[in-house]
């Protein structure tokens, strides 16, 4: 299992330690450079000191050095070079090159006036730099008359590297272990960072794991101070849990509700039977038994049946098999399956077709079971001679079946935002064994199963309006709704 915390370090860390070592190479060679500038015009400052000394006379050239003011070109162990040319022929040598007599400084051809710098390797053995001046002696005001050209000359100083390799090494050390230093107290931080960043995350964690949808309030709540990330999720949970809790709730009721209406037609059962064990010659009894256990029977029979369809249409488990019906033909094939419970149904319920006599492509079973429970209920609830507007319309988006009945007694609006819940039934209906509150809860699940959309209002205190609306089918080639 990954880690978001782990994740967060490693990747700021990862982030944090590119751009360090990208900063730091640049301080490096920075740096490198820096000291190589300066070395060089360490160099450039000795070759023109040494060209200051060379002095033109009536006699001839002459280089006026001494040893003393530049020790470094002695006879030491860590001596620097230097070797003067005029022409083709050596002028001067230093004395730490008395003893290399067959060893002579790089010479270059360059223009008049100009210099190079070289890596070399000493008479001694020893890596070093070189800088190789090709110059004209400069010639004293006072002997310019006399004197109108004088010959250039070469002058080579080679100096050794090993100081500055030394120093390099130190300074690439230091920045090295200064980066690896910075890098782990930046892990540090950053792992101290985030888990102080994701101590409110933690904490709504923590409260998760107090969470009882039993219990009526949400404890996900913060005395704390609020974040912008976290308050979305914390406002998703609480809805979460409430909806838990409804669900709770709703299954408690079913439960209690389906032993409810169990319960009676099981006493029945039960009562039938110990009077027909104590009185089994009485004909008023052992006549109707048998009539009215499958009576009762058929009554819990009508109620598991309702149940197992309710618990399908919730669980999507019904195959959708979408055909062309025709919803004229449907109704009148509905409405004579009712005609055996309701004899006045046809004068009752006025249909106002203002749909075109067309086919829809519909899953039969789905709008079959829709209307018949529709058509019951609004028939069982509303007088027994009242009328009940049946209207049908259709536009580009689809079409709408609407059901309106007066009511028997008024409904609240507490009852009405119940009406769809399972086994959910009015007080003065619930000694009723016929009805069982299972109706409308079967027809709200099987049409969002279908994508219908099923709604309802009262329209007036003693008056309601079933609605329901079939959206076109957008794919007509295939029989899969």
Do not use: G, P, Q
């Given at each position: 299992m990954k880690s978001l915390t782990t994740n967060l370090a490693n990747t700021m860390t990862y982030v944090v330690s590119a751009i360090l070592i990208?900063?730091?190479?640049?301080?490096?060679?920075?740096?490198?450079?820096?000291?190589?500038?300066?070395?060089?015009?360490?160099?450039?400052?000795?070759?023109?000191?040494?060209?200051?000394?060379?002095?033109?006379t009536p006699k001839g050239t002459e280089f006026d050095f001494s040893g003393e003011f530049m020790p470094e070109f002695g006879s030491s162990t860590k001596a620097s070079f230097f070797q003067l040319w005029q022409g083709s022929n050596v002028f001067e040598r230093s004395e730490s090159l008395t003893q290399y007599s067959d060893a002579n400084l790089l010479k270059k051809d360059i223009p008049l006036n100009s210099a190079v710098f070289a890596d070399v390797v000493l008479p001694d053995g020893r890596d070093g730099r070189a800088m190789v001046s090709y110059f004209e002696p400069q010639i004293p005001k006072a002997n310019r008359a006399m004197i109108s050209k004088v010959e250039p000359m070469w002058l080579t100083i080679a100096i050794t590297t090993e100081d500055l390799s030394q120093i390099s090494v130190i300074i690439d050390s230091t920045l090295g272990i200064g980066l690896l230093l910075v890098i782990v107290l930046i892990r540090w931080a950053v792992i101290k960072v985030i888990y102080r960043g994701l101590t409110p995350l933690n904490e709504l964690n923590m409260s998760l794991k107090t969470v009882n949808v039993n219990e009526k309030h949400i404890p996900l709540s913060s005395d704390s101070e609020r974040y912008l990330e976290i308050e979305p999720i914390r406002t998703e949970l609480n809805k979460f849990v409430k909806i838990s809790q409804q669900y709770l709730q709703t299954e408690k009721r079913i439960t209690a509700d389906i032993a409810h209406e169990l319960k009676t037609p099981i006493s029945e059962l039960i009562s039938l039977s110990e009077i027909y064990i104590r009185y089994p010659d009485d004909e008023r009894i052992g006549g109707s038994y048998k009539q009215d256990v499958l009576s009762i029977s058929l009554r819990m029979k009508t109620i598991v049946n309702n149940l197992l369809l309710l618990q399908q249409a919730s669980s999507e488990s019904i195959n959708l098999h979408c055909q062309p019906i025709n919803i004229n033909d449907l109704?009148?094939?509905?409405?004579?399956?009712?005609?055996?419970?309701?004899?006045?149904?046809?004068?009752?319920?006025?249909?106002?077709?203002?749909?075109?006599?067309?086919?829809?492509?519909?899953?039969?079973?789905?709008?079959?079971?829709?209307?018949?429970?529709l058509f019951d209920n609004a028939l069982y609830y509303s007088p027994a001679k009242s009328m009940i507007p049946i209207r049908l319309t259709s536009d580009s988006q689809g079409l709408v079946i609407s059901i309106e009945n007066q009511l028997l007694t008024c409904i609240n609006a507490n009852d009405l935002e119940r009406l769809t819940l399972p086994l959910f039934q009015a007080e003065q209906s619930r000694s009723n064994s016929d009805r069982h509150g299972l109706g409308l809860a079967i027809v709200e699940n099987v049409a969002k199963l279908n994508g219908f959309i099923f709604s309802f209002e009262l329209v007036l205190t003693d008056k309601i309006m079933f609605t329901l609306h079939i959206p076109v089918k957008a794919d007509r080639e295939t029989g899969l709704c």
């Open positions: 990208l900063v730091f190479f640049a301080i490096d060679i920075s740096i490198d450079n820096w000291v190589d500038a300066e070395f060089d015009n360490a160099l450039t400052d000795k070759s023109n000191y040494l060209k200051t000394l060379v002095k033109v109704m009148s094939r509905v409405i004579d399956e009712l005609a055996f419970k309701y004899s006045a149904i046809h004068a009752r319920l006025m249909i106002d077709n203002r749909a075109a006599d067309k086919n829809y492509l519909i899953d039969e079973f789905s709008l079959h079971l829709i209307l018949t429970n």
